[in-house]
C-alpha cells in the first residue's frame, strides 16, 4: 500500500498475465455451454497471411450476415509475438502452413483447413523465357517474394531449402496480394499460391507457370491454444473455419 492507494508489487506486476490467462481458462470451464451465435456478440481474432484473409473473409462474411449478424472476425498479419498471443487470448487462431509451424509447438492443438499448391507468376510482356520456365532460368532469374518481417521460414523458404535452390531476391514483401502487380511491371517472377494466380491472372497482365522442380503442397493449417479445445465459442468458430475453407472447392487438408 502507498498512502491510501494499494499498488501491485515487482512480484504481482510479473504474474498478472498468469492470473489472466488462469481466470480465461477457469471462464472456458465453467463458462455459457449454451453458446448461441445468432444472438452471440464477440469478435474473433486470426494471426495470418493476406493470402488465408483474401480467400476466407468473403465467405466468412456471407455466413455470418445469415448465421451470426454480431459476430466479427478480425484478421491480423502474422508476427514474432504470435505465439505469445495466441497463449495469452488475444488472438484465437494462427492459420499457417504445417510445415512453417514450428514456432506453434507445444501447448497448441490444431486442424487441417486446405491444401494448396504454388505457381510461378511472370509478366506476360517482360519475361525472357518464350519456351518455357527452366529450373536454371528460375535460378538466375530475379524474385519477388512473400517474406515474415522477422526470420521464422514461410512455406516456400522451406521448399527452396529442401530441393537446394538459391534465388537472387529483389522484392520482399508480407503480402501475397502484392506480387502480382510488382511482377506484371519488372521482369521478376514470383512464387505464388495457385488459388491466387487464378485469381490475380485475370486481372493482371501476367502468366502462370508450374514451377520446374517438385514442390511439397501447402496444407493450411488452424492452431489454437489447449484451454480453448472446451470453449463453446472457440469450438463453433473453429467448426465456421472449416465450412468456410470447405466452399473453397481445395482439397481439405490432412
Not at 19 to 26: D, N, S
Not at 174 to 186: A, G, N, R, T, Y
Request: charged share 25%; net charge negative; proline share 4%.
Amino acid at each position: 500500500m502507498v498512502g491510501r492507494q494499494f499498488e501491485l508489487t515487482k512480484k504481482g506486476e510479473s504474474l498478472v498475465s498468469q492470473v489472466e490467462q488462469a481466470c480465461r481458462e477457469v471462464e472456458s470451464l465453467f463458462g455459457d455451454y449454451g453458446f448461441d451465435p445468432c444472438t452471440a456478440r464477440r469478435k474473433f481474432v486470426i494471426g495470418t497471411a493476406d493470402y488465408v484473409a483474401f480467400l476466407l473473409a468473403p465467405i466468412l462474411s456471407s455466413i455470418l450476415q445469415d448465421e451470426a449478424p454480431n459476430i466479427a472476425v478480425q484478421f491480423f498479419d502474422i508476427t514474432s509475438m504470435s505465439r505469445f498471443d495466441l497463449a495469452q487470448g488475444r488472438i484465437d487462431v494462427v492459420i499457417i502452413p504445417s510445415d512453417a509451424a514450428a514456432y506453434l509447438e507445444g501447448e497448441s492443438n490444431s486442424a487441417p483447413l486446405f491444401k494448396d499448391e504454388m505457381v510461378v507468376i511472370a509478366s506476360k510482356g517482360r519475361h525472357q523465357f518464350p519456351d518455357g520456365l527452366t529450373r536454371e532460368i528460375f535460378e538466375n532469374s530475379r524474385h519477388a517474394r512473400f517474406k515474415f518481417y522477422w526470420d521464422a521460414p514461410a512455406h516456400q523458404d522451406i521448399a527452396l531449402k529442401d530441393c537446394g535452390l538459391a534465388v537472387q531476391e529483389c522484392i520482399l514483401v508480407q503480402q501475397f496480394s502484392l506480387l502480382p502487380s510488382i511482377v506484371e511491371k519488372s521482369d521478376s517472377i514470383a512464387l505464388i499460391y495457385r488459388s491466387l494466380a487464378d485469381v490475380f491472372v485475370r486481372l493482371h497482365n501476367i502468366e502462370v507457370f508450374d514451377p520446374p522442380f517438385a514442390i511439397s503442397t501447402s496444407t493450411v493449417t488452424a492452431y489454437w491454444w489447449n484451454s480453448k479445445d472446451k470453449d463453446p465459442a472457440h469450438r463453433w468458430f473453429r467448426g465456421l473455419l472449416a465450412r468456410a475453407s470447405a466452399e473453397l472447392g481445395l482439397d481439405v487438408g490432412g
